[in-house]
């Protein structure tokens, strides 16, 4: 606790208006995307600055931790108030003071670029799934499976989407080996 509240105190994270676990979820284009920010405010003086905060209670500074989580609470915290953060941080607990947070400054087109492959990504979805083939009632669309050839490939409901599951059998009792313009290492 000492070393948070000098945290706290070194850093200003102090103010009058400050919330934690802020659901930032938005619906976009019929689309759910969410997320929690750990801290938000608008911190006091001298700063007078919106910072999203992220707080991370591992002794491994970089093994959780993404500048994408960041941009994606930025992103949200402007669709859904219109309003674009100065700075996010990741607060490291486990830190002493000076090492504990690591800023980033927010810029409206870093947000507009992250938004866009966002909503593109989403898009890429919905048509692939559009694309899916349905192969029985009850297969699931997009099952994957790893291919596994043999002489029950005859029997498997998805041979007529499996290459490896065509290919030609040898008859039985036929020697193995490489065949004519075939390499083998």
């Not at 606790?1 to 676990?21: C, F, K, N, V």
């Not at 669709?79 to 690591?102: G, H, M, N, T």
Request: a positive charge; proline letters at 5%; hydrophobic letters at 40%.
């Amino acid at each position: 606790i000492p070393r948070a509240l000098r945290t706290i105190q070194d850093h200003g994270l102090l103010a009058r208006d400050a919330a934690a676990e802020v659901v930032l979820d938005i619906v976009t284009n019929g689309h759910k995307i969410a997320g929690r920010s750990d801290f938000i405010m608008n911190r006091a003086c001298p700063d007078k600055d919106l910072v999203l905060l992220d707080g991370k209670g591992s002794r491994w500074r970089d093994k959780y931790t993404s500048n994408t989580q960041l941009l994606w609470y930025a992103m949200l915290y402007r669709l859904k108030f219109k309003v674009v953060p100065d700075r996010v941080a990741f607060i490291y607990w486990r830190y002493e003071s000076e090492q504990s947070v690591d800023w980033s400054e927010i810029h409206l087109k870093d947000l507009l670029s992250f938004q866009a492959g966002v909503l593109q990504t989403i898009s890429d979805i919905e048509q692939a799934r559009k694309n899916l083939v349905q192969l029985r009632p009850k297969d699931q669309p997009g099952m994957v499976f790893w291919a596994n050839p043999g002489s029950d490939c005859q029997l498997c409901n998805f041979q007529p989407l499996c290459p490896e599951g065509n290919r030609p059998k040898a008859p039985k009792g036929a020697a193995h080996g490489v065949g004519e313009g075939d390499f083998s290492f």
